[in-house]
């Protein structure tokens, strides 16, 4: 089973919409999830995190996420989407195995149409 | 503070030829870990290194190595390189500065871009 699972490789909204972006894990993995974003040509920059502290996680740049453990899931929302926010958003988790390092989602790539 | 630079930004190279690339840690950051990502399987863990020694490996032949200086840079390389080593390297530092490793912010340079002929 993959430890986190992203669903919709493409997802598409308008200007000023609701962004929701889908990331459930494996209920095995520890619970340090993150979600990153990507811009074209760019590496990844850290949206927001979750370390067993408030289930409600606030980002950057208006973005959150909510640890929802009977769910399962890590979904990343906003509430008005920007043109700037077109880009591709990767689900991750560390601490599998005992490793630090982050296990990816396939990730998923926003469009923003004006 | 200046972010996590990787040298070269571009690579070309032919089918069994080398390249080595290098990271630049975010100044203070003793932890590195490198990642490769391609469109067929994602972002996927290379290795780590902290304080010259490699802590982690993911699951890639030996012909992907990596090493770290004192100063807390590192280089991978790769050998003997084939078309699907084509890929986006990616790496990241991190401070390890809270006991709980698995929760420190990996942060990531811009990658270099490696194109396998």
């Known amino acids: 089973a993959q430890s986190v699972t992203q669903l919709g490789s493409h997802v598409s909204v308008s200007e000023g919409a609701l962004v929701l972006l889908r990331c459930n894990y494996s209920s095995s993995v520890p619970p340090y999830l993150f979600w990153y974003v990507q811009y074209p040509n760019q590496g990844l920059q850290l949206l927001l995190k979750?370390?067993?502290?408030?289930?409600l996680v606030k980002g950057i740049n208006g973005f959150e996420a909510e640890f929802k453990k009977s769910e399962t899931s890590f979904h990343l929302t906003k509430p008005s989407a920007h043109m700037s926010d077109a880009a591709e958003y990767f689900c991750a988790v560390s601490g599998l195995a005992g490793r630090r390092a982050l296990t990816f989602g396939s990730g998923t790539r926003l469009q923003v149409q004006p | 503070k200046a972010g996590v630079t990787q040298t070269p930004r571009y690579l070309i190279k032919t089918r069994g030829q080398q390249v080595t690339l290098s990271c630049s840690p975010i100044s203070g950051h003793r932890s590195v870990s490198w990642y490769q990502q391609t469109p067929g399987q994602g972002l996927q863990f290379l290795f780590e290194?902290?304080?010259?020694?490699?802590?982690n490996k993911g699951n890639f032949p030996g012909r992907f190595s990596g090493r770290q200086f004192s100063n807390s840079r590192s280089e991978m390389n790769v050998s003997t390189l084939e078309l699907g080593d084509s890929a986006l390297y990616l790496c990241?530092?991190?401070?390890?500065?809270?006991?709980?490793?698995?929760?420190?912010?990996?942060?990531f340079g811009p990658g270099t871009r490696l194109t396998v002929l």
């Open positions: 990241a530092s991190s401070s390890l500065s809270t006991g709980r490793t698995s929760t420190d912010t990996q942060y």
């Open positions: 979750y370390t067993s502290a408030a289930t």
């Open positions: 290194y902290f304080s010259e020694t490699q802590r």
